[in-house]
Nanobody, 128 residues
Framework: QVRLVESGGGSVQAGGSLRLACVASGDTETYQCMGWFRQAPGKEREGVAIIFTGGDRAYYADSVKGRFTISQDYPKSTVYLDLNSLKPEDTATYYC?????????????????????WGQGTQVTVSS
């Protein structure tokens, strides 16, 4: 079991920045692909960014490349998502997710079908 607790959401104007944090506890060594997904009202959930722990390899959705950065702090068991140059279309509930690494490719990880644990979500609202 892995417990994921997100924080850091909020409301900002377009062009602003936020930092989301996800604290993981439990059997984190079994789930070595951590990531962020988002879901806007009326839209399907989409993968935003994932990172393979141990190697710090990060991958991003095309819609956020160059604006968002995923990182992790191993001693704190925390994964961060820095959101910069925010746009109104970034408005969504953002979820932290944990997936098992074995054989997982970056596209598969961003697709999210193998996510084993989800956080409760944190709302990001970007106004124009």
């Amino acid at each position: 079991q892995v417990r994921l607790v997100e924080s850091g959401g909020g409301s900002v104007q377009a062009g602003g920045s936020l930092r989301l944090a996800c604290v993981a506890s439990g059997d984190t060594e079994t789930y070595q692909c951590m990531g962020w997904f988002r879901q806007a009202p009326g839209k399907e959930r989409e993968g935003v960014a994932i990172i393979f722990t141990g190697g710090d390899r990060a991958y991003y959705a095309d819609s956020v490349k160059g604006r968002f950065t995923i990182s992790q702090d191993y001693p704190k068991s925390t994964v961060y998502l820095d959101l910069n140059s925010l746009k109104p279309e970034d408005t969504a509930t953002y979820y932290c997710a944990a997936q098992p690494h074995g054989g997982l490719t970056a596209p598969q990880a961003l697709e999210g079908s193998r996510v084993a644990f989800w956080g409760q979500g944190t709302q990001v609202t970007v106004s124009s």
